[in-house]
């Protein structure tokens, strides 16, 4: 069983649309999530994090962690062309606050 | 220079080469990371450092020799790989316990190995 699992995609949206990530993971006792974006050819950058369950906001991104349900998720709204990228999702593992184990990412094209 | 540089960009090597990636953080962290990123694969966590002490080696085949001479700087030394080693690596860097532990990463060393 994969540790952190997210759909490849790619996932098509027009532009102004909402954008909706999801990703699962397996370790019941992971305590931090990250969402990280990865333009082709460049390295992750951090866009969102969040450990309590319920929403967390920032600007046009909107993380939300159930961890009854092991689920994690990204809203982009108003969705620009300049979003697309890799959106890939990382957990830190029970007892490894210091690593992160991540998703192989959803490819997301915005689309004018 | 800020963040965290990675040298080289660019590297091809044959199998029976040895040759070295270099990672520098100009953050003050006290955490260093190697990751591998593969096509359609998860970034893959090879090596942790925490204050210059390996504490994590992710089963990694013993051609790929990890070296932290200080918190600032590690190193991936490499020598008779194969074609499957091909990818992309990436360093990281972190503050363990940090309000948020996010990774800083590296622009990656791309090695094509021939």
């Known amino acids: 069983q994969k540790e952190v699992e997210q759909n490849s995609g790619p996932l098509s949206v027009p532009e102004g649309a909402i954008a909706s990530l999801n990703c699962t993971y397996s370790?019941?006792?992971?305590?931090?999530f990250f969402w990280y974006r990865q333009y082709s050819g460049k390295s992750p950058e951090l866009i969102m994090f969040?450990?309590?369950?319920g929403d967390k906001e920032d600007g046009r991104f909107t993380a939300q962690l159930n961890k009854a349900s092991q689920y994690v998720s990204l809203l982009i709204r108003d969705s620009q062309p300049s979003d697309s990228a890799t959106y890939l999702c990382?957990?830190?593992?029970?007892?490894?606050?210091?690593?992160?184990?991540f998703g192989a990412g959803t490819r997301l094209a915005v689309h004018p | 220079e800020t963040g965290v540089t990675q040298t080289p960009r660019h590297l091809v090597m044959g199998m029976t080469n040895k040759k070295s990636l270099k990672c520098e953080q100009h953050?003050?962290?006290?955490?260093m990371y190697w990751y591998k990123q593969s096509a359609k694969k998860p970034l893959e966590l090879m090596f942790v450092?925490?204050?210059?002490?390996?504490?994590e080696n992710n089963s990694v085949p013993s051609r790929f020799s990890p070296e932290c001479p200080n918190s600032s700087h590690l190193f991936l030394h490499l020598h008779t790989l194969q074609p499957e080693d091909s990818a992309l690596y990436l360093c990281a860097s972190s503050q363990p316990l940090a309000a948020v532990p996010e990774a800083f990463f590296g622009q990656g060393t791309r090695l094509t190995v021939v």
């Open positions: 953050l003050g962290h006290n955490a």
């Open positions: 370790d019941r006792g992971s305590q931090s």
């Open positions: 969040i450990y309590s369950n």
């Open positions: 450092y925490n204050f210059k002490e390996q504490t």
């Open positions: 990382a957990v830190t593992p029970s007892g490894g606050y210091n690593k992160l184990i």
